[in-house]
């Protein structure tokens, strides 16, 4: 009786897991593309990168392994069993963030989801201090953070790794000019595009470490 419901419950897992891979890598072209066409009407979206995106593939590995093992040797091991079930419920965790998560950049301020089922939104001026994170080793890499003035985290995707540099360009645009870019205002705007570089905010940003201060309101 165990062996067969341990049957069906790792055949269902697979057929989940195998179905699931198809349809985060359509989905996750489908938004790139209409993400690239946003970028004209000022709104920048950035997701998973593309060695994330293929980490999905890994989900059906126990599944299957499990599988031809109660359909071929039928043993049970209930603390494999359960091992196996934790690693995959991580790998099925992981392939909904690939598939949810984005970051979104846009003249009303910054709009991210992470896991959860609704996205967080925040308008710039809650932006109080910017980190940069020199790398330790030749084998890591630079990181960014923004974050308000109770310690959260603002656009968790990183500027550096995933070549987004718009929200560095707009605190840059608030430091030199001691107020929050207008996005709505073309003459705001203009400036902002000339600071949406990596050599107009990388070194810049690199050679502070840190700013702070930047913040008109807390949430």
Same mark, same amino acid.
């Given at each position: 009786?165990?062996?067969?419901?341990?049957?069906?419950?790792?055949?269902?897992?697979?057929?989940?897991?195998?179905?699931?891979?198809?349809?985060?890598?359509?989905?996750?072209?489908?938004?790139?593309?209409?993400?690239?066409?946003?970028?004209?009407?000022? %709104? =920048?979206?950035?997701?998973? /990168?593309?060695?994330?995106? @293929?980490?999905? !593939?890994?989900?059906?590995?126990?599944? +299957?392994? $499990?599988?031809?093992?109660? %359909? =071929?040797?039928?043993?049970? /091991?209930?603390?494999?069993? @359960?091992?196996? !079930?934790?690693?995959?419920?991580?790998? +099925?965790? $992981?392939?909904?963030?690939?598939?949810?998560?984005?970051?979104?950049?846009?003249?009303?301020?910054?709009?991210?989801?992470?896991?959860?089922?609704?996205?967080?939104?925040?308008?710039?001026?809650?932006?109080?201090?910017?980190?940069?994170?020199?790398?330790?080793s030749i084998d890591d890499q630079d990181?960014?953070?923004?974050?308000?003035?109770?310690?959260?985290?603002?656009?968790?995707?990183?500027?550096?790794?995933?070549g987004n540099y718009r929200l560095l360009?707009?605190?840059?645009?608030?430091?030199?000019?001691?107020?929050?870019?207008?996005?709505?205002?073309?003459?705001?705007?203009?400036?902002?595009?000339?600071?949406?570089?990596?050599?107009?905010?990388?070194?810049?940003?690199?050679?502070?470490?840190?700013?702070?201060?930047?913040?008109?309101?807390?949430?």
């Amino acid at each position: 009786m165990l062996s067969t419901f341990l049957t069906i419950f790792w055949g269902c897992l697979l057929v989940l897991t195998v179905i699931s891979i198809p349809y985060i890598l359509i989905s996750y072209e489908v938004h790139r593309r209409q993400d690239k066409k946003r970028e004209s009407a000022g %709104i =920048y979206v950035r997701r998973v /990168n593309r060695f994330e995106i @293929f980490s999905c !593939l890994a989900s059906p590995f126990f599944p +299957l392994i $499990f599988f031809l093992s109660m %359909i =071929y040797d039928g043993k049970i /091991n209930l603390i494999q069993d @359960f091992i196996a !079930l934790i690693f995959t419920s991580i790998f +099925l965790m $992981f392939s909904w963030y690939i598939h949810v998560a984005y970051v979104k950049i846009s003249p009303e301020g910054v709009e991210q989801r992470i896991l959860s089922t609704k996205p967080t939104s925040y308008p710039f001026n809650v932006i109080d201090s910017v980190y940069y994170r020199e790398a330790l080793s030749i084998d890591d890499q630079d990181i960014v953070g923004f974050y308000t003035k109770s310690g959260k985290h603002i656009a968790a995707f990183c500027p550096i790794i995933h070549g987004n540099y718009r929200l560095l360009a707009i605190v840059r645009f608030r430091i030199e000019n001691e107020r929050w870019p207008d996005m709505n205002n073309s003459g705001d705007v203009a400036q902002v595009n000339l600071l949406d570089t990596w050599g107009e905010t990388i070194p810049f940003f690199r050679e502070r470490g840190e700013v702070s201060g930047l913040a008109d309101v807390d949430m």
